[in-house]
């Protein structure tokens, strides 16, 4: 089985919501729903206090080259546009609508029919993917028509799907496979449609042996378009490294992945973007899976955008009495939350609720120079040098090494035997290097 | 509800820790020791309970009141330099020479460097070289196996295969003649030879050896660098001239080379960070390891060549740098 080569590593799978039915959330009193729900500038409100909105509305207007529209995901009266709390911990523009019924939009497509036909020029499909307000799901939410757009001299030449779901827990991409598997390959071929490519390739990790069987099925369906079982290696998620899996092609430092000639993209954007263009329907709710170990049923979710975490979680059993921390997204790469009253966003992948002895760093020891953080490295790196140039505060050394290169994986912490925040000095060291950058430039 | 953690990622840690990692090296050196305990009897049991007293005792206290830090010793480190460095000494050592090397090679090589992890030589080796310059009578003064195991009179003494061979070429003794004396490979295999109490036996250390290597405390690169290189290095002196160089099975069997390439140069915190680097330290090991067999004062090398290539580690991790992801010769 084919997998990146350098570093990674074997995390527990503890994919314990697996195989569980996606099942719908109610939808809440309240919604709040932040204007900022993807990478780049925040989305402008175009709509008011007292304003009475419907279902799949826009309310935010995506703003310059790198943003993306916000729809409301209910219909009801906006209550305000002031700062809520979100899941980053920083309060955030948002748009906060009282609920009043269910009054969808009737330009969208409610029907469960599938929708194989797409007669739309490949223009057309970027710019309905960017007016339909469509981010990475994966998690990472780039605006998905700015990677659609292949700058001038490029090329692509494969499009690439991501069905790898990497993270230990998560169970979202694996169950909306199993359950709209024919959408997603719609999905694709609008891609590749839009991209003007005609290869397709679905990287789905050899742990989900029937989404693997059933996509190979439907693909057979479908010109261009293979399915690849890969080797359970964490990150391998992780777009450079999915790339390195499937083409063994190689992503140069600091560039994109249109360098080597792909372009990659989740099963959720697929799915997300077949709604778009075939059911003109905006990206407002998505699969969300909410498991842990003491959680007393484990599930996968389709949830309204701005539905808080507590709702969630209490649709899977309530919030457990042993819990010491609430995770948005995975337990590797996610976010550890103060509370359960932020909203879901677009990019809300997973809710992981951990139990309070497994919630607690380590103890830290000195580095023992085992050269564990070195080896698994996924990028190359040399993790204990990087984290100690910057405790030093030596910036341009870091930067030297490379620090930019490090895309937050955790492997490094992970491995550590003395449990040193490896990864907490090197977000500093990143973010630091890339101040002095900027004011290089200006 | 109880208070919730908010920290960074990543959430959830792998089950590899600094206790494992040093207890299971003790448990890898537990069937040298064993051997040796068959061998040499009962000064081999003193002396191994002697060094791991003193280095626990004194790691505590110069923990407690030279670093003011939290005094627990219960990581396992000192433990392996004081069996490490009993296994680099023979069974007959005086008991206060014992001491005296522990507190050397805890105090001077591993706190005065700021205790675990910081240290740039492996303490046990400079303790062993400590008692081999000061004490140089009673280090190489070999008791000979199964001796007088079990009675605490001095022991009959006899030589190295390695003391026994440079001494006998020193004195114009042929190659061929020598022979005649010198043990065979099935006894220098199983550890009935003089030597240090516990770097006699090959097949023991093999064994320790296998076990870390099972359980991922170490790789293959230091080891595997250091033999070969040995061996091929020993092999081409061998191949020139052999009425004046003895074959590498000899080599790699004689003295502490097992014990160092498995336990010793592949100390973590002493060695480099990088597979390119530990291959390029364990050939420098295995280079120096021979030209001092061959050409220097000392009958064995081993504890010197690896002390040498610790001070270049600094070095070697500079220069040697893993392959990055998306390397690009511009980039």
Redesign the interface.
């Known amino acids: 089985l084919k997998t990146f080569k ?1 570093g990674g ?1 074997h ?2 799978d503890n994919k314990i919501s697996a195989q569980q039915p996606i099942e719908v959330v109610p939808i809440p009193q309240t919604v709040y729903i932040p204007v900022s729900q993807h990478l780049g500038t925040p989305a402008k409100p175009i709509v008011e206090k007292g304003a009475i909105v419907r279902t799949g509305q826009l309310i935010a207007k995506g703003d310059g080259f790198i943003s993306a529209n916000v729809h409301s995901s209910v219909s009801g009266k906006v209550q305000k546009v002031d700062e809520v709390v979100d899941y980053s ?1 920083y309060r955030r523009l948002s748009i906060v609508i009282d609920t009043d019924g269910d009054d969808w939009l009737e330009t969208i497509d409610r029907s469960q029919e599938l929708k194989k036909e797409c007669t739309l020029e490949p223009k057309e499909i970027v710019d309905k993917i960017n007016e339909m307000g469509i981010v990475g799901m994966g998690g990472a939410t780039f605006p998905s028509h700015v990677k659609l757009n292949i700058p001038q001299g490029k090329k692509a030449e494969y499009l690439l799907i991501n069905g790898v779901e990497c993270e ?1 827990y998560l169970t979202s991409d694996h169950q909306l496979m199993l359950e709209k598997g024919r959408e997603i390959m719609v999905g694709i071929t609008i891609l590749m449609k839009g991209l003007n490519v005609t290869k397709a390739m679905i990287g789905i990790e050899n742990n989900k042996k029937d989404a693997i069987q059933l996509m190979t099925s439907l693909a057979a369906e479908f010109q261009g378009i293979s399915v690849h079982a890969l080797k359970v290696k964490y990150p391998q998620g992780a777009e ?1 490294q999915l790339i ?1 899996s499937l083409l063994n092609r ?6 994109l992945p249109i360098e080597v000639g792909c372009v990659v993209h989740n099963v959720g954007t697929a799915f997300a973007v077949y709604e778009a263009i075939q059911k003109n329907k905006p990206l407002f709710e998505r699969i969300v899976t909410v498991t842990g170990k003491s959680i007393k049923k484990p599930s996968n979710l389709l949830a309204r955008v701005g539905t808080s975490i507590n709702d969630l979680i209490a649709m899977t059993g309530g ?1 457990p009495e ?6 948005s ?1 995975g ?9 359960g009253d932020a909203p879901i966003t677009k990019g809300t992948s997973g809710i ?1 609720v ?1 139990p ?1 002895k ?5 103890t830290t ?8 953080c ?2 698994i ?6 993790p ?1 040098l990087l984290a100690k140039l910057s405790e030093n505060q030596s910036w341009e050394e870091a930067e030297s090494e ?1 620090i930019l ?1 490090c895309m ?1 994986c ?2 490094c ?3 550590c ?3 040193r ?1 490896l ?2 000095h090197l ?1 500093v060291g990143k973010s630091n290097v890339s101040q002095i950058i900027r004011t290089r430039k200006n | 509800m109880n208070l919730i953690t908010v920290s960074g990622s990543p959430h959830i840690h792998g089950d590899q820790t600094v206790k494992k990692i040093m207890w299971g090296v003790v448990f890898a050196m537990l069937p040298a020791m064993l051997v040796s305990i068959w061998y040499f009897g009962i000064g081999a049991i003193t002396t191994t309970a002697i060094a791991v007293a003193s280095c626990l005792a004194a790691e505590y206290l110069m923990k407690r009141f030279l670093l003011n830090e939290d005094p627990d010793v219960s990581d396992g480190s000192a433990v392996i330099t004081g069996m490490l460095l009993s296994f680099n000494v023979p069974s007959s050592l005086p008991w206060w020479q014992t001491v005296l090397g522990s507190i050397f090679a805890i105090g001077v090589a591993k706190i005065a460097f700021g205790g675990l992890g910081k240290n740039l030589f492996n303490p046990a080796l400079v303790g062993r070289i400590f008692l081999l310059v000061s004490f140089p009578v009673n280090m190489t003064s070999w008791p000979v196996p199964l001796s007088n195991r079990w009675v605490l009179v001095d022991a009959l003494t006899g030589p190295t295969p390695l003391g026994q061979l440079k001494e006998g070429l020193a004195n114009g003794e042929t190659l061929s003649a020598l022979k005649m004396h010198l043990p065979s490979y099935q006894d220098m295999f199983m550890g009935q030879i003089g030597g240090s109490l516990g770097e006699v036996s090959a097949v023991a250390i093999l064994l320790g050896g296998l076990y870390m290597l099972y359980r991922g405390i170490i790789t293959w690169h230091i080891p595997t660098a250091y033999l070969l290189s040995v061996a091929a290095f020993t092999g081409i002196l061998y191949w020139i001239d052999p009425t004046r160089f003895i074959d590498p099975m000899f080599h790699l069997l004689a003295g502490g080379l097992m014990l160092g390439a498995f336990f010793m140069a592949t100390d973590m915190v002493t060695s480099p960070m990088t597979y390119k680097g530990m291959l390029v330290f364990g050939v420098g090991c295995g280079v120096l390891t021979v030209c001092i067999r061959n050409w220097g004062a000392y009958p064995e090398g081993v504890s010197f060549a690896i002390i040498i290539m610790n001070a270049f580690v600094p070095l070697i991790n500079k220069g040697f740098k893993p392959k990055r992801f998306g390397e690009v010769a511009n980039g």
């Open positions: 350098i590593i995390p527990g911990g230990p450079k390195k190689e992503v140069p430092s600091g560039k919030l042993d819990t010491g921390k609430i995770v997204g337990p590797m790469m996610g976010r550890a939350l103060s509370n992981l951990m309070e497994e919630s607690k760093r380590k020891m000195n580095c023992i120079r085992c050269g564990s070195v080896t490295c996924p990028m190359g790196l040399e204990y490379h290169d937050e955790g492997s912490q992970y491995t035997p003395s449990g925040p990864l907490d977000r």
